[in-house]
């Protein structure tokens, strides 16, 4: 009996065994459902070449200087008058406000003591001027009241006759006359004034020290409007114009640009370099004395040309393209390189050149070109 249910108990677990693996045999000979190829397109930006003629710029780097810029120098030797403390570098004057004086006293009072000498003169020859050249003699006795020897002397009357002219010569009043006006002139050079408003960049003497003749001073100029000069070669110094604009950056990053003009340009080739020099001004506030610019100048054009991005141009000469739905190479010619783009020569009018390159980008790859309604 017990032997009986052994057996049944073993044929239920085989037909069991014989049902899975029947199942699992009907289950891996099924055909599975396909998988959707996957889509190796891809989004290129493009630019359709349009040639045309392009200036070339040429960066250079200039030097920064005021137009109105003067050296002062001394002419005259004495002991530098205290001032306040205002002949430093960085002091601002106005126009006709005196820089620096150098005491004179003696030099004034020398100065006083010929003019009251030709008063002395002048009031000595009054009488002979009267008697013998009377239409003469008001404009004279004018020019005498009006003399005063503690100021600068006025121009003589004009003489009309000959005869009184051979007589004043005579007597000495031109020789004294020009003498006095030597000596005003000399006592002007010991006080210097600022002939426009600006600002003295540089000082070199200090009150109490004895100023000698011949000694720089110091250096004051005019702010706000420079001139840059720069050199360069022969070759582009003969595409230069008076007039042609220049954009002036501080840096090779252009954050901040000011318009200027070439005003001179010097074809004498240095020896030694072998370069030209030409110079351009510029107005600008926030530019200063001394300043190293970059100066983009228009030295040339390039005609049936387009400009792309540099990171477009591999191998030197290639570019991508888009032709029939897929990317195809191409041989260019760069003839100008900027700072992040090129100009190149060799791509017809219509081409769809690449603006950037995908990665893994290769001769026949299946691409789309990226519009606005196709990335909605």
């Not at 677990?13 to 099924?30: H, M, N, P, Q, R």
């Amino acid at each position: 009996m017990k032997a009986r249910q052994f057996i049944i108990i073993g044929v239920a677990i085989a037909i069991l065994l014989i049902g899975k693996v029947t199942s699992d045999f009907l289950a891996s000979s099924g055909e599975k459902p396909l998988a959707a190829a996957p889509d190796n397109t891809s989004t290129v930006f493009i630019v359709q070449v349009k040639n045309s003629e392009l200036p070339v710029f040429t960066k250079i780097t200039g030097l920064i200087e005021a137009v109105h810029r003067l050296e002062l120098y001394s002419e005259v030797q004495g002991v530098m008058l205290s001032d306040g403390g205002h002949f430093k570098a960085g002091t601002r004057f106005n126009k006709g406000e005196t820089l620096l004086a150098i005491k004179a006293d003696d030099v004034y009072a020398k100065l006083v003591s010929q003019r009251s000498t030709f008063e002395s003169s002048l009031n000595a020859l009054m009488p002979d001027i009267r008697m013998d050249h009377p239409e003469e003699y008001p404009a004279w006795q004018a020019y005498l009241q009006m003399m005063d020897v503690e100021r600068t002397l006025q121009d003589l009357p004009e003489v009309k006759s000959e005869k009184l002219k051979g007589f004043i010569t005579g007597r000495n009043i031109y020789s004294e006359y020009y003498t006095i006006r030597n000596s005003e002139i000399i006592l002007s050079k010991y006080r210097i004034s600022a002939p426009f408003a600006g600002l003295l960049i540089q000082a070199d003497a200090d009150p109490g020290s004895v100023i000698r003749v011949g000694q720089k001073l110091g250096v004051f100029i005019k702010p706000g409007q420079y001139e840059m000069s720069a050199s360069v070669s022969p070759a582009t110094l003969d595409r230069l114009k008076i007039g042609q604009e220049v954009i002036i950056s501080l840096d090779a990053n252009e954050t901040k640009t000011w318009n200027g003009k070439v005003t001179r340009i010097n074809r004498s080739i240095d020896a030694a370099s072998q370069l030209g020099e030409f110079f351009a001004e510029v107005y600008a506030d926030d530019l200063s004395e001394g300043m190293f610019v970059e100066a983009e100048v228009g030295t040339a054009a390039l005609t049936e040309a387009f400009e792309i991005p540099r990171s477009v141009l591999f191998d030197e000469d290639q570019v991508f393209i888009v032709q029939d739905g897929h990317l195809a190479q191409v041989t260019v010619e760069a003839v100008h390189f900027k700072s992040q783009t090129v100009v190149v020569k060799g791509l017809p009018d219509g081409t769809q050149v690449l603006t950037k390159i995908p990665p893994g980008s290769f001769v026949g790859m299946k691409v789309n070109i990226y519009s606005e309604s196709s990335a909605q």
